[in-house]
């Protein structure tokens, strides 16, 4: 077999590679596993599987090689998830286990966990090996350098800024220790070398007179008769510094106009002692690169030793998707197989076949990896231009063209600098580190990022076989749709581009949904070459996204071919020309047909201002060239919060107890758990229909494929089918399916692998059935659920007659997906007797999952315990929906006996959970001529999907949040839930609340603007004051919002930067900014009285350590940490004394779900309840044996027969409310803030930028500050994806989801949020009137509206652009506030000329659907 490949030596069958150091040899390794199943099999499981499509980053790993072009080590960030392990041969891998463990992390990980970087904890691995990665090859990075790093990270958590903040910590020299400089030494100030912190003067070296100090945790206990100052203030010395008692870090102070005096900023104080207290990094300690791999790659090994060799490997499994893995090591070995195996799959970064395994299931049973080729890697230069080898790297690619644009400059290397600009847009650094030239273009993707450019550029391809080689122009070689002029046998080896003569103008542009890590929606190259008369002698405009593959615009080039450039003729004939070459039909596969359209011209457009410009010619449009491109600015950020000096714990800025195990990748979830021996895993079986009878399911095939134990149906469940509050969906449907997606049948097998291929393997038999997709259609169709609500005050009728203006209109805002980055997963295991089941799940609702279960299995409920250690992620979408998937594995476990495990898929989670709901609000309002709102009458309809869920409880806070800050005299909402052939729409960060304030904050506008009055004058004018009653009957007392508009108003210096986005609005043609100012009230309660009850179990052993189960789950938002800190403080004890290990059942009984921003108010009041009783019956011990140590005074109280554990619950005194008579206490209390937000919209794209963002929020006495400045982050960016980009898509044609993953679905990155993020805590606020825990409030949901802030200004600068076009006509914008929504709504001549007519649309639908 071997000898026919003609390799130069015997083929290998087996690979070698270092891991954290250590050698590892695989014989035979498996074709199909990829290095992340690898390492999770070795029990590595730091690294995380978030996507399996290489879009987030959990999985990032550094992998090391020795590169023998370069002779250096070369280190990359790389997804673990998309890299076939047989490609690791000759390499070093390094994962988050291998910088080191929580006793003792490496500076990164110390510095993201300390700086409050991790909450879920989830992608904080990745983020860790990113940053790593940077620093291995750069260990004096410049912040904008670490923004660029994380392009490939994502996170749901924390808003990106603690992320940030403790990344650039290692950014030049950054707060002069700690940091390598240049050369790679490290700089350490005079103080830090003394022993102090780094700041000049530092108070550790100053005399002071001795303090008594204790250090527990970040809580320090004090002697009362000392001076707290510094102790309180976050200081460096803990009071042991100079005689004033103010340490070094608290003399920056802030004016205070809470307080009205000087105060300090503790979050800044804070900062500087956690940075203080920093290990230096010495970037010399790392681990090195083995050296024999050095010696490896360059062929020098001994006799004795390995030796690099090609290799051949032929899997041991007849069912393996590659069948055949060949490595060869040079060009006539690659030549002389694609011969033999002209069909095999030739491999690089496997960045794209990796994705059509992952999303197409398509499988590649010959393999060829080419990685491995020097010839394939060889960079030439002649004079003429530059050739490059078609297997480097796109990183490597990218540091070429720097050095030939740094070489030959501007002129000649114009084509290069076109390639560079858009390289830097191509997918992510992990992708562009293993992804090459050759992937890209040979391809022939029509949204292909180079392709365009190369085609612009004239590039030349060398073609390569045993029959020779061969030169074809690009434009030659892509002849259609994935096709190309390649022959069987043939290899791209090299591409050449021509150095750029005189007056000849190179540019590419790319537009996508989000600015890093997002495919093309329209992506160009253009080029332009003019005589000295400036007539075009050349010209090319070459486009992907606008047909089935790369296409150049040939009418529009002709055009512009001996016109005369900068005419404004010359312009119109090449637009004009354009628009009618590169026409899209309404139903374009693809969608956005009229936006892309639009942005063919508006580029081409951009190209000619700038163009004209480079090439000085005078034109309107050159005077403008400055608008037509942006640079990014590196984004900073401040927090505000005042000491907290009458506690000792709570209230602290406590870093997150778990975020030291989550950042080395200790922390344990539940998919982290080892298998159980004879473990079963779970694999879907989907509906491909959305609404259909089944006719038959035939599992014939399936259970044929080896390792397939069971298949599961509606029929092997023991107990009740139906589940939830109105028993109205099936855990497993016995004859309908109800949406395209839904699982039908389980497939139980022997691993993931095997159980998802059988479930593809299931045939299903349906008969459709008419269904309904979206809310309009609902309406239409009369599509509702039963259940109505409504609240009505006042006479709604005689307030509009009395107004002076009544408007009609209507709000809508989309669906959102939760995006956690942990998947659903569930672990079930039976005990043998009785009925007993564990379940492991991730779930905020983990009482409810054992109810279910319970139910399912036929059993009481006492024999099911649902654990909950850590969820990785929920935002509600945990609540209901985690609930089916354990009731899964569950059913697995029952009906085989043997532990089942199960863990979706990012597509499976995304097609078969809930999202936020959809909203539409139909609304009539009559107001004064100066803005104020008289009466309103607004009927909502939210999309509940197919099944009841949670949306009548969504729709109910919906409806009570439709005033949101707004004094009405008179109101009339009613809501409806719209049943669809969806998902089940469920429970979501804010849960209606922010949808219902959405749709009035809208409505504002559209009176604004009819009124001619700026919308933030007609909020103002409206407020609530002390006293005021919501329409639900409820009077608003510690009312903060007007003091927090004023406040902030002038603080962020509101009314100036009107009048200067206004003054550069005037002066800018292209780009536009808008400011928004927005308020929010968010009421805080279960809805449902009974949920409003929490309980704790509380245990001290004799060794003096304490044990707390509580009924909440942590899933980031660090509400272990802040039971932990009440426990303490209500005990007097240091935190690390306390422990909560998990959430179980089984110690913490029939609880409410984690949810509603109530978990810290009614677990926290439990533990609090506990411990006071516990601390009761410690006293007198504590009292008799004073100075002991408590673990003393514990073992004395238990040889005293005194009762060691308590239990704590709490009930919220006071709810109820009854919605037929409007009475009663709806809510608790209300969380209150106000922002505002400015930003750049580039007009001619609907690309911007969020230039500022300033918050204030009051959360009363917060538990603590830190962590709760990191929920409100967090929020407002969930919420700034929810109304500019999350946009949740379904097909016209099938109703299939099509936002199914990161590729298609776009969450903010690092590079979306604020360029300035001002974030500060309202201090001094009277909070008697609240009797919750230590006069805190809950703030995990209450911020995310303040993200709408963002789309409010966009609204603005796009009513700025269309002041400037005279256009008049009423501006209606939806949520969210995309590109495309934004580009579209300007409506200039560009925009207006995409416009498909109204004939040309009848019978068709869009390609894809908002619903």
Same mark, same amino acid.
């Given at each position: 077999?071997?000898?026919?490949?003609?390799?130069?030596?015997?083929?290998?069958?087996?690979?070698?590679?270092?891991?954290?150091?250590?050698?590892?040899?695989?014989?035979?390794?498996?074709?199909?596993?990829?290095?992340?199943?690898? $390492?999770?099999?070795?029990?590595?499981?730091?690294?995380?599987?978030?996507?399996?499509?290489?879009?987030?980053?959990?999985?990032?790993?550094?992998?090391?090689?020795?590169?023998?072009?370069?002779?250096?080590?070369?280190?990359?960030?790389?997804?673990?998830?998309?890299?076939?392990?047989?490609?690791?041969?000759?390499?070093?891998?390094?994962?988050?286990?291998?910088?080191?463990?929580?006793?003792?992390?490496?500076?990164?990980?110390?510095?993201?966990?300390?700086?409050?970087?991790?909450?879920?904890?989830?992608?904080?691995?990745?983020?860790?090996?990113?940053?790593?990665?940077?620093?291995?090859?750069?260990?004096?990075?410049?912040?904008?350098?670490?923004?660029?790093?994380?392009?490939?990270?994502?996170?749901?958590?924390?808003?990106?800024?603690?992320?940030?903040?403790?990344?650039?910590?290692?950014?030049?020299?950054?707060?002069?220790?700690?940091?390598? #400089?240049?050369?790679?030494?490290?700089?350490?100030?005079?103080?830090?070398?003394?022993?102090?912190?780094?700041?000049?003067?530092?108070?550790?070296?100053?005399?002071?007179?001795?303090?008594?100090?204790?250090?527990?945790?970040?809580?320090?206990?004090?002697?009362?008769?000392?001076?707290?100052?510094?102790?309180?203030?976050?200081?460096?010395?803990?009071?042991?510094?100079?005689?004033?008692?103010?340490?070094?870090?608290?003399?920056?102070?802030?004016?205070?106009?809470?307080?009205?005096?000087?105060?300090?900023?503790?979050?800044?104080?804070?900062?500087?002692?956690?940075?203080?207290?920093?290990?230096?990094?010495?970037?010399?300690?790392?681990?090195?690169?083995?050296?024999?791999?050095?010696?490896?790659?360059?062929?020098? =090994?001994?006799?004795?030793?390995?030796?690099?060799?090609?290799?051949?490997?032929?899997? =041991?499994?007849?069912?393996?998707?590659?069948?055949?893995?060949?490595?060869?090591?040079?060009?006539?070995?690659?030549?002389?197989?694609?011969?033999?195996?002209?069909?095999?799959?030739?491999?690089?970064?496997?960045?794209?076949?990796?994705?059509?395994?992952?999303?197409?299931?398509?499988?590649?049973?010959?393999?060829?990896?080419?990685?491995?080729?020097?010839?394939?890697?060889?960079?030439?230069?002649?004079?003429?231009?530059?050739?490059?080898?078609?297997?480097?790297?796109?990183?490597?690619?990218?540091?070429?063209?720097?050095?030939?644009?740094?070489?030959?400059?501007?002129?000649?290397?114009?084509?290069?600098?076109?390639?560079?600009?858009?390289?830097?847009?191509?997918?992510?650094?992990?992708?562009?580190?293993? @992804?090459?030239?050759?992937?890209?273009?040979?391809?022939?993707?029509?949204?292909?990022?180079?392709?365009?450019?190369?085609?612009?550029?004239?590039?030349?391809?060398?073609?390569?076989?045993?029959?020779?080689?061969?030169?074809?122009?690009?434009?030659?070689?892509?002849?259609?749709?994935?096709?190309?002029?390649?022959?069987?046998?043939?290899?791209?080896?090299?591409?050449?581009?021509?150095?750029?003569?005189?007056?000849?103008?190179?540019?590419?542009?790319?537009?996508?949904?989000?600015?890093?890590?997002?495919?093309?929606?329209?992506?160009?190259?253009?080029?332009?070459?003019?005589?000295?008369?400036?007539?075009?002698?050349?010209?090319?405009?070459?486009?992907?996204?606008?047909?089935?593959?790369?296409?150049?615009?040939?009418?529009?080039?002709?055009?512009?071919?001996?016109?005369?450039?900068?005419?404004?003729?010359?312009?119109?004939?090449?637009?004009?020309?354009?628009?009618?070459?590169?026409?899209?039909?309404?139903?374009?596969?693809?969608?956005?047909?009229?936006?892309?359209?639009?942005?063919?011209?508006?580029?081409?457009?951009?190209?000619?201002?700038?163009?004209?410009?480079?090439?000085?010619?005078?034109?309107?449009?050159?005077?403008?060239?400055?608008?037509?491109?942006?640079?990014?600015?590196?984004?900073?950020?401040?927090?505000?919060?005042?000491?907290?000096?009458?506690?000792?714990?709570?209230?602290?800025?406590?870093?997150?107890?778990?975020?030291?195990?989550?950042?080395?990748?200790?922390?344990?979830?539940?998919?982290?758990?080892?298998?159980?021996?004879?473990?079963?895993?779970?694999?879907?079986?989907?509906?491909?229909?959305?609404?259909?009878?089944?006719?038959?399911?035939?599992?014939?095939?399936?259970?044929?494929?080896?390792?397939?134990?069971?298949?599961?149906?509606?029929?092997?469940?023991?107990?009740?089918?139906?589940?939830?509050?109105?028993?109205?969906?099936?855990?497993?449907?016995?004859?309908?399916?109800?949406?395209?997606?839904?699982?039908?049948?389980?497939?139980?097998?022997? =691993?993931?692998?095997?159980?998802?291929?059988?479930?593809?393997?299931?045939?299903?038999?349906?008969?459709?059935?008419?269904?309904?997709?979206?809310?309009?259609?609902?309406?239409?169709?009369?599509?509702?659920?039963?259940?109505?609500?409504?609240?009505?005050?006042?006479?709604?009728?005689?307030?509009?007659?009395?107004?002076?203006?009544?408007?009609?209109?209507?709000?809508?805002?989309?669906?959102?997906?939760?995006?956690?980055?942990? =998947?659903?997963?569930?672990?079930?295991?039976?005990?043998?007797?009785?009925?007993?089941?564990?379940?492991?799940?991730?779930?905020?609702?983990?009482?409810? #999952?054992?109810?279910?279960?319970?139910?399912?299995?036929?059993?009481?409920?006492?024999?099911?315990?649902?654990?909950?250690? +850590?969820?990785?992620?929920?935002?509600?979408?945990?609540?209901?929906?985690?609930?089916?998937?354990?009731?899964?594995?569950?059913?697995?476990?029952?009906?085989?006996?043997?532990?089942?495990?199960? #863990?979706?898929?990012?597509?499976?989670?995304?097609?078969?959970?809930?999202? +936020?709901?959809?909203?539409?609000?139909?609304?009539?309002?009559?107001?004064?001529?100066?803005?104020?709102?008289?009466?309103?009458?607004?009927?909502?309809?939210?999309?509940?999907?197919?099944?009841?869920?949670?949306?009548?409880?969504?729709?109910?806070?919906?409806? @009570?949040?439709?005033?949101?800050?707004?004094?009405?005299?008179?109101?009339?909402?009613?809501?409806?839930?719209?049943?669809?052939?969806?998902?089940?729409?469920?429970?979501?960060?804010?849960?209606?609340?922010?949808?219902?304030?959405?749709?009035?904050?809208?409505?504002?506008?559209?009176?604004?603007?009819?009124?001619?009055?700026?919308?933030?004058?007609?909020?103002?004018?409206?407020?609530?004051?002390?006293?005021?009653?919501?329409?639900?009957?409820?009077?608003?007392?510690?009312?903060?919002?007007?003091?927090?508009?004023?406040?902030?108003?002038?603080?962020?210096?509101?009314?100036?930067?009107?009048?200067?986005?206004?003054?550069?609005?005037?002066?800018?043609?292209?780009?536009?900014?808008?400011?928004?100012?927005?308020?929010?009230?968010?009421?805080?309660?279960?809805?449902?009285?009974?949920?409003?009850?929490?309980?704790?179990?509380?245990?001290?052993?004799?060794?003096?350590?304490?044990?707390?189960?509580?009924?909440?789950?942590?899933?980031?938002?660090?509400?272990?940490?802040?039971?932990?800190?009440?426990?303490?403080?209500?005990?007097?004890?240091?935190?690390?004394?306390?422990?909560?290990?998990?959430?179980?059942?089984?110690?913490?009984?029939?609880?409410?779900?984690?949810?509603?921003?109530?978990?810290?108010?009614?677990?926290?009041?439990?533990?609090?309840?506990?411990?006071?009783?516990?601390?009761?019956?410690?006293?007198?011990?504590?009292?008799?044996?004073?100075?002991?140590?408590?673990?003393?005074?514990?073992?004395?109280?238990?040889?005293?027969?005194?009762?060691?554990?308590?239990?704590?619950?709490?009930?919220?005194?006071?709810?109820?409310?009854?919605?037929?008579?409007?009475?009663?206490?709806?809510?608790?209390?209300?969380?209150?803030?106000?922002?505002?937000?400015?930003?750049?919209?580039?007009?001619?794209?609907?690309?911007?930028?969020?230039?500022?963002?300033?918050?204030?929020?009051?959360?009363?006495?917060?538990?603590?500050?830190?962590?709760?400045?990191?929920?409100?982050?967090?929020?407002?960016?969930?919420?700034?994806?929810?109304?500019?980009?999350?946009?949740?898509?379904?097909?016209?044609?099938?109703?299939?989801?099509?936002?199914?993953?990161?590729?298609?679905?776009?969450?903010?990155?690092?590079?979306?949020?604020?360029?300035?993020?001002?974030?500060?805590?309202?201090?001094? @606020?009277?909070?008697?009137?609240?009797?919750?825990?230590?006069?805190?409030?809950?703030?995990?949901?209450?911020?995310?509206?303040?993200?709408?802030?963002?789309?409010?200004?966009?609204?603005?600068?796009?009513?700025?652009?269309?002041?400037?076009?005279?256009?008049?006509?009423?501006?209606?914008?939806?949520?969210?506030?995309?590109?495309?929504?934004?580009?579209?709504?300007?409506?200039?001549? $560009?925009?207006?000329?995409?416009?498909?007519?109204?004939?040309? +649309?009848?019978?068709?639908?869009?390609?894809?659907?908002?619903?």
């Amino acid at each position: 077999m071997y000898s026919s490949t003609n390799f130069a030596a015997p083929p290998g069958s087996s690979i070698l590679f270092y891991l954290n150091g250590q050698r590892i040899v695989v014989d035979h390794p498996d074709l199909d596993m990829t290095l992340l199943q690898y $390492l999770r099999s070795t029990g590595l499981t730091g690294t995380k599987l978030g996507c399996g499509e290489g879009g987030c980053g959990a999985c990032t790993v550094m992998v090391s090689r020795y590169d023998t072009d370069e002779s250096r080590v070369i280190h990359a960030s790389v997804n673990a998830c998309l890299c076939p392990l047989v490609t690791i041969d000759g390499k070093h891998v390094i994962t988050v286990e291998g910088l080191r463990m929580s006793a003792k992390p490496h500076p990164v990980q110390e510095r993201i966990a300390l700086l409050h970087g991790s909450q879920c904890g989830f992608c904080t691995p990745g983020f860790v090996m990113s940053l790593y990665t940077l620093l291995r090859n750069k260990p004096n990075p410049t912040e904008h350098e670490i923004e660029e790093c994380f392009d490939g990270n994502l996170c749901r958590c924390t808003g990106y800024r603690p992320i940030l903040d403790a990344a650039k910590t290692f950014a030049d020299m950054a707060w002069k220790q700690g940091t390598a #400089a240049a050369d790679g030494s490290i700089y350490v100030s005079e103080s830090k070398a003394k022993g102090g912190c780094g700041i000049d003067g530092c108070c550790r070296l100053q005399k002071s007179s001795e303090a008594v100090v204790t250090s527990f945790g970040s809580a320090i206990v004090h002697d009362p008769t000392k001076s707290p100052t510094s102790i309180a203030n976050g200081g460096c010395c803990n009071g042991s510094g100079s005689d004033s008692g103010s340490c070094c870090k608290a003399r920056k102070q802030h004016d205070s106009p809470q307080a009205g005096c000087k105060a300090v900023n503790q979050a800044e104080a804070d900062k500087a002692a956690v940075i203080s207290r920093f290990q230096r990094y010495d970037p010399t300690q790392e681990l090195i690169f083995p050296p024999f791999l050095i010696r490896y790659a360059k062929r020098t =090994t001994n006799d004795s030793e390995p030796q690099l060799r090609p290799l051949d490997i032929t899997s =041991t499994d007849a069912h393996s998707w590659c069948q055949r893995y060949i490595r060869p090591l040079t060009l006539s070995e690659l030549l002389a197989a694609l011969e033999q195996h002209p069909d095999a799959k030739l491999v690089a970064g496997n960045s794209r076949l990796g994705m059509q395994v992952k999303l197409k299931r398509s499988k590649f049973p010959m393999q060829i990896y080419v990685n491995d080729i020097p010839e394939l890697r060889q960079i030439s230069e002649t004079s003429s231009g530059v050739t490059f080898g078609a297997n480097i790297t796109l990183a490597k690619f990218e540091r070429a063209l720097d050095s030939f644009v740094a070489k030959y400059g501007a002129q000649q290397t114009q084509s290069l600098a076109a390639l560079r600009e858009n390289l830097r847009h191509i997918a992510n650094s992990q992708i562009r580190n293993v @992804a090459t030239i050759a992937g890209n273009i040979v391809t022939a993707s029509p949204i292909s990022d180079l392709n365009p450019v190369f085609l612009a550029a004239g590039a030349i391809l060398t073609l390569a076989s045993t029959g020779g080689e061969r030169r074809v122009p690009i434009s030659e070689f892509i002849l259609g749709y994935q096709r190309t002029a390649m022959l069987p046998g043939e290899v791209l080896v090299s591409v050449s581009v021509l150095f750029n003569k005189e007056g000849e103008v190179v540019r590419a542009f790319k537009q996508a949904k989000r600015k890093v890590n997002d495919i093309a929606i329209v992506t160009c190259g253009f080029r332009v070459r003019v005589d000295e008369n400036r007539r075009v002698v050349d010209a090319a405009f070459a486009y992907g996204g606008v047909a089935s593959t790369t296409v150049l615009a040939h009418a529009a080039a002709s055009a512009a071919i001996g016109s005369t450039w900068g005419d404004r003729a010359a312009l119109d004939c090449v637009l004009g020309a354009c628009q009618q070459e590169l026409q899209l039909d309404y139903a374009a596969q693809g969608g956005m047909a009229e936006y892309r359209m639009a942005l063919t011209t508006s580029f081409l457009f951009k190209f000619w201002g700038i163009s004209c410009n480079v090439l000085r010619i005078t034109c309107t449009e050159s005077m403008f060239a400055h608008e037509l491109s942006e640079e990014r600015v590196v984004s900073k950020a401040r927090q505000e919060y005042a000491p907290v000096e009458d506690r000792v714990i709570v209230g602290k800025g406590v870093a997150h107890l778990a975020a030291l195990k989550q950042v080395t990748g200790e922390a344990r979830y539940v998919d982290d758990m080892p298998e159980l021996a004879g473990e079963l895993h779970v694999g879907l079986v989907l509906s491909t229909r959305v609404h259909a009878r089944i006719l038959g399911i035939n599992a014939e095939k399936a259970l044929s494929l080896p390792g397939v134990v069971r298949v599961l149906t509606a029929r092997d469940v023991p107990g009740e089918n139906h589940w939830n509050i109105f028993k109205d969906e099936e855990i497993l449907p016995a004859d309908t399916v109800f949406y395209y997606g839904q699982p039908l049948a389980l497939i139980l097998a022997a =691993t993931q692998r095997i159980a998802q291929e059988a479930a593809r393997l299931v045939s299903v038999t349906y008969k459709d059935l008419p269904a309904v997709l979206s809310i309009r259609d609902a309406i239409a169709q009369s599509s509702f659920y039963d259940e109505t609500c409504q609240l009505i005050n006042g006479d709604v009728d005689t307030a509009l007659t009395a107004a002076d203006l009544v408007l009609e209109g209507e709000s809508y805002c989309g669906a959102q997906e939760h995006f956690y980055l942990e =998947t659903m997963v569930a672990i079930a295991v039976p005990k043998g007797e009785d009925g007993e089941l564990e379940v492991f799940a991730s779930t905020q609702n983990p009482t409810e #999952a054992q109810m279910v279960i319970a139910q399912v299995l036929g059993v009481p409920a006492s024999r099911v315990v649902c654990r909950v250690k +850590r969820i990785g992620g929920g935002f509600g979408g945990k609540d209901a929906r985690s609930i089916p998937i354990a009731a899964f594995a569950a059913l697995g476990a029952h009906n085989t006996g043997r532990s089942v495990r199960i #863990a979706l898929g990012r597509d499976e989670d995304m097609q078969t959970s809930g999202q +936020r709901h959809p909203f539409l609000g139909k609304w009539t309002v009559g107001v004064t001529k100066e803005g104020r709102i008289l009466g309103m009458r607004m009927q909502i309809y939210n999309n509940g999907g197919f099944s009841h869920d949670m949306s009548v409880g969504v729709l109910e806070h919906a409806t @009570a949040h439709l005033d949101n800050c707004y004094r009405m005299s008179a109101t009339d909402f009613l809501g409806r839930v719209c049943r669809t052939n969806t998902q089940s729409k469920t429970a979501f960060r804010g849960f209606g609340a922010c949808q219902g304030m959405f749709l009035t904050e809208s409505m504002l506008c559209e009176v604004a603007d009819r009124l001619g009055l700026s919308v933030e004058a007609v909020r103002e004018i409206n407020l609530y004051q002390h006293g005021d009653a919501t329409p639900f009957n409820q009077k608003l007392v510690g009312w903060n919002v007007p003091r927090m508009w004023t406040q902030l108003k002038a603080k962020a210096k509101y009314d100036e930067r009107r009048q200067a986005v206004d003054e550069f609005n005037s002066q800018s043609i292209h780009r536009k900014r808008g400011l928004a100012m927005l308020p929010t009230k968010f009421g805080i309660s279960f809805e449902v009285k009974h949920l409003n009850q929490g309980m704790a179990l509380v245990h001290v052993y004799m060794d003096g350590s304490v044990l707390v189960a509580h009924g909440g789950t942590e899933m980031g938002q660090g509400l272990h940490t802040k039971m932990a800190m009440v426990a303490a403080e209500t005990l007097e004890l240091p935190l690390e004394s306390i422990f909560i290990s998990e959430t179980a059942t089984n110690t913490a009984a029939n609880t409410s779900p984690t949810a509603a921003s109530v978990s810290s108010d009614l677990n926290g009041y439990a533990v609090y309840n506990a411990c006071k009783e516990l601390a009761d019956r410690l006293r007198p011990y504590r009292q008799r044996m004073a100075g002991e140590s408590f673990a003393a005074i514990a073992k004395a109280a238990y040889l005293d027969c005194c009762n060691l554990t308590a239990t704590g619950h709490y009930c919220t005194p006071d709810i109820g409310y009854d919605w037929a008579k409007n009475e009663g206490l709806l809510y608790f209390y209300f969380t209150q803030g106000v922002a505002i937000a400015e930003v750049e919209l580039d007009t001619l794209t609907g690309t911007h930028s969020t230039l500022r963002v300033d918050i204030i929020m009051d959360i009363g006495r917060s538990l603590n500050k830190a962590l709760d400045i990191g929920q409100i982050e967090g929020a407002f960016a969930q919420g700034q994806g929810w109304t500019t980009m999350e946009e949740f898509l379904h097909s016209s044609s099938t109703g299939q989801t099509f936002t199914t993953g990161p590729s298609s679905y776009k969450i903010p990155s690092a590079m979306d949020i604020p360029r300035d993020f001002r974030v500060e805590l309202l201090e001094g @606020a009277d909070t008697s009137a609240l009797k919750t825990i230590f006069s805190s409030k809950g703030v995990g949901e209450p911020p995310l509206f303040l993200g709408a802030s963002v789309f409010f200004a966009l609204r603005d600068a796009v009513l700025a652009k269309r002041r400037q076009l005279g256009v008049t006509a009423p501006l209606h914008m939806e949520s969210p506030a995309t590109p495309e929504t934004l580009r579209m709504a300007c409506e200039d001549r $560009l925009a207006l000329m995409a416009r498909i007519p109204q004939d040309l +649309r009848e019978g068709k639908a869009p390609f894809v659907i908002r619903i």
